[in-house]
C-alpha cells in the first residue's frame, strides 16, 4: 500500500497563490507516476497535473497550464503543486494520487481550495 498525504489548500483571492503537497510514504518503490486531480461541487473529478516518479514528463490539464506547476522532492517522497494566478473556478477538492504507468492506485483524502472573487 501507498499512502498519500495532501496539505496546503485554503480560501484565497483571485489572481493569489497556494502550494499544495502530497506527502507518500509506504510502498513507494511501486510508484510510476504522481498526480493531482481536482473535484468541484456538482462536477466530476478532473485531471489537473502528474509527474513521473523520478520527477520529469510534467504535463498538464489546458486548463492549468502556464498558471501550475507540479514538482517533486525526490529526498522527501513529495510531491507539490504550485498554483499561480487562482480564479474562482479552481475552487474544488484536490486530490493527490500516485500509482503505476496505466493507472491511479492510490489516492489521498483531498483538500479544499477555495478562490474567491
Known amino acids: 500500500q501507498v499512502q498519500l498525504v495532501e496539505s496546503g489548500g485554503g480560501l484565497v483571492q483571485a489572481g493569489g497563490s497556494l502550494r499544495l503537497s502530497c506527502a507518500a510514504s509506504g510502498r513507494t518503490f511501486s510508484v510510476v507516476r504522481m498526480g493531482w486531480f481536482r473535484q468541484a461541487p456538482g462536477k466530476e473529478r478532473e485531471f489537473v497535473a502528474r509527474i513521473w516518479w523520478n520527477g520529469s514528463n510534467a504535463y498538464y490539464a489546458d486548463s492549468v497550464k502556464g498558471r501550475f506547476t507540479i514538482s517533486r522532492d525526490n529526498a522527501k517522497n513529495t510531491v507539490y503543486l504550485q498554483m499561480n494566478s487562482l480564479k474562482p473556478e479552481d475552487t474544488a477538492v484536490y486530490y493527490c494520487?500516485?500509482?503505476?504507468?496505466?493507472?491511479?492506485?492510490?489516492w489521498g483524502q483531498g483538500t479544499q481550495v477555495t478562490v474567491s472573487s
Open positions: 494520487s500516485a500509482g503505476g504507468p496505466d493507472n491511479y492506485n492510490y
